[in-house]
């Protein structure tokens, strides 16, 4: 994933350069301004789809950054815990409880989701 925001950010830089070598040319030539609208149009229309791209990869590696950290703390939390096993939790223990839910879904009286912060989803 690196690699390719690594290349898309490249592509985007090239990109960047040469619009601004071509918004010179304008100001230094005579040119038809009509092929210079349409082809400052077609370079930032890419420029846009790129950076559209680039940014959803880096939104991607943020999350997976933070479900990392997020999964570092949660076994931080289980190695605190006084217990080996799941066969030794006699009672329930709110500390543990909040480091493996991230949220509840409650859609009606016997519609109750349990969402665990892998991602696991299971019926309350």
């Given at each position: 994933m690196e690699k390719k925001r690594n290349a898309l950010e490249f592509n985007m830089n090239l990109l960047?350069?040469?619009?601004?070598?071509?918004?010179?040319?304008?100001?230094c030539l005579t040119q038809d301004q009509v092929q210079y609208n349409q082809?400052?149009?077609?370079?930032v229309n890419r420029y846009k789809k790129i950076k559209i791209k680039y940014d959803q990869i880096c939104d991607t590696m943020k999350q997976r950054t933070s479900r990392g950290q997020q999964l570092e703390r949660f076994i931080e939390n289980l190695q605190k815990q006084e217990f080996i096993s799941i066969e030794f939790i006699s009672i329930f223990d709110k500390?543990?409880?909040?480091?493996l839910v991230d949220f509840i879904t409650v859609n009606e009286k016997d519609n109750i989701w349990v969402t665990f912060k892998d991602g696991t989803e299971i019926k309350a």
């Open positions: 960047a350069e040469r619009v601004q070598q071509l918004i010179s040319e304008n100001a082809e400052y149009s077609e370079l500390r543990l409880w909040c480091s």
